[in-house]
């Protein structure tokens, strides 16, 4: 951590969110031929790109000489047809993780606390800390968010509350009735940040219905993203929906241009490939039941996921993270979540699971 007395403490103390480890970092660090390597790291869709998302892209290419539209008409109207909300609403991302830190930046001063729970994604903590502001880290029920204890954390100093359901890296869910009561009963001058980046692998049953809630609280922030079941992570493309007057001081403050044109492109036909969900929906519910079956064979407990990926526990997460990297094999370890004895695998295609699971059975044989 640097120590350069230039920034305030709070930015001094800071630890950067760590990603996934890209293929090439490892290919060039164990000489590893690339194309052998898998990476099962970042919840990223492994279908590969939607075609109708290329061919946008091939297409908006003339147009990149030209700065994109600040606007996003477009990409907002698809948005807004889709999910039948009105564009005013709408607040466009270069990831969502933008619309994240942008909440943190407009809603909270260094006198506030924001609560988030323990486990959830990492950087709820950073925009917080980032923004100079103290998080109030609220304990978790069997890795998932305490909504009751959430709200008994929340402070007269309290402007914001993250909640992500389904939740990183644990993939623990909230139910809808529970979500409900959390809004109705949370103090209207505090901001909901609801970060929905895997809603869409959720049967419909377990979905809270979060864009109807609008209506009723002006407080709230959904938060969506086209990097997971939509396959766009290297595009860096989210967007928040929320009441018009949240969604217009977002819009203030968000840097011009902050989507680019390829992105916008790529997201108004991503939106749009319904064949594409359904066959990632397809590949995440057959994967799922593959690693659920090992883990169960190998005896390894695992926490119930209703998202793209699984954390599961082992005896030393680091040391097995690193018999993997040797293997090829580049999964999530989770010491930057306070847990040393889980790792995380994002579900791959049904090979890429099958040789996780092989280099894991090798592991815990050899
Ligand atoms: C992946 C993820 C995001 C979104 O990331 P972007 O790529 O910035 O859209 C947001 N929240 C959670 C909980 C995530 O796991």
Redesign the pocket.
Known sequence: MSSSPLAPQHVRDLAPYQGGKPIADLARELNLDPASIIKLA??ENPQGLSSKAREAMLLAMDGLTRYPDDNGYALKAAIARRFAVQPSQIVL????????ELAARIFVTPADTVVYSQY??A?YRLATQAAGARGLEVRAVEYGHDLGAMLAAIQPDTKLVFI?N????TGTLCRPGDVLEFLESCPPQVLVVL?E??VEFLPPEKRSDTLALLQRFPNLLV?R????AYGL?GL???FGIASPAVAELLNRVRRPFNVNALAQAAAVAALDDAEFLRETIRINTAGMQQLTEAFIRLGIPFIPSH?NFITFHVGDGALLNQYMLEQGVIIRPLTNYGMRDSLRVSIGLPEENARFIAVLEAALGG
Do not use: E, M, Q, V
Not at 225 to 228: A, G, Q
């Open positions: 970042s919840n991302g270069n990831g969502s993780n933008d619309i994240l959830a994604f950087y992500a389904p939740n990183n890296p970060d980046a895997y938060c993203t086209l990097s997971k992570a860096r493309i989210g998202a």
